[in-house]
T-cell receptor, first 110, second 115 residues
Framework: DAKTTQPPSMDCAEGRAANLPCNHS???????VYWYRQIHSQGPQYIIH???NNETNEMASLIITEDRKSSTLILPHATLRDTAVYYC???????????FGAGTILRVKS | GAVVSQHPSWVICKSGTSVKIECRSL??????MFWYRQFPKQSLMLMAT?????????EQGVEKDKFLINHASLTLSTLTVTSAHPEDSSFYIC???????????FGPGTRLLVL
């Protein structure tokens, strides 16, 4: 599975949009981009995934560049409860493993 | 979304004893479940992949005789830490693969402290 690169940390003001970038320049054509987050002392929570089209659900939006070498997770109106470690993972859709990198620590501040 | 539970949520045991952790998919069937371990301030590390009705596949460096995994049904996988030692103290997290959409859903984790 392709490797991803994320900034180690980011800050965001409460109520503003949080834009979390992820680079995955070696992504293969059949690999999806998955985003999970982990709030302190909890199991990871699935957020969203996509292949090449932009995706949106009740939690977030996922913007994937046309060349698929990078993506951005957007939390449209961040709240204090969105403070967590966000993981960007690329994986073949029905592949077994999720390989977690260091992720991005997002701190939402009031 | 799909719900995965773990039991117990935390456990304290004496060195040398064995501890069993259960992972259940509550509203879907999971032919494949996964076990992860997370040490403080570190990311999740995959320990093993558990397939219903067959032997688990362990990641390199994970002792299969120490971490026994049983996946007896489509909704239950268990991890038994045998002869636990203080260095086994960690946060153990399971996940279940929702086959229809290929997404893994995670349990809330089990915190193990070995004294």
């Amino acid at each position: 599975d392709a490797k991803t690169t994320q900034p180690p940390s980011m800050d965001c003001a409460e109520g503003r949009a949080a834009n979390l970038p992820c680079n995955h320049s070696t992504i293969s054509g059949n690999e999806y981009v998955y985003w999970y987050r982990q709030i302190h002392s909890q199991g990871p929570q699935y957020i969203i995934h996509g292949l090449k089209n932009n995706e949106t659900n009740e939690m977030a939006s996922l913007i994937i560049t046309e060349d698929r070498k990078s993506s951005t997770l957007i939390l449209p109106h961040a709240t204090l409860r969105d403070t967590a470690v966000y993981y960007c993972i690329v994986r073949v859709r029905y592949g077994n493993k999720l390989v977690f990198g260091a992720g991005t620590i997002l701190r939402v501040k009031s | 979304g799909a719900v995965v539970s773990q039991h117990p949520s935390w456990v304290i045991c004496k060195s040398g004893t064995s501890v069993k952790i259960e992972c259940r998919s509550l509203d879907f069937q999971a032919t494949t479940m996964f076990w992860y371990r997370q040490f403080p301030k570190q990311s999740l590390m995959l320990m093993a992949t558990s397939n219903e009705g067959s032997k688990a596949t362990y990641e390199q460096g994970v002792e299969k005789d120490k971490f026994l995994i049983n996946h007896a049904s489509l909704t239950l996988s268990t991890l038994t830490v045998t002869s636990a030692h203080p260095e086994d103290s960690s946060f153990y997290i399971c996940s279940a693969l929702a086959g229809g959409v290929g997404t893994q859903y995670f349990g809330p984790g089990t915190r193990l402290l070995v004294l």
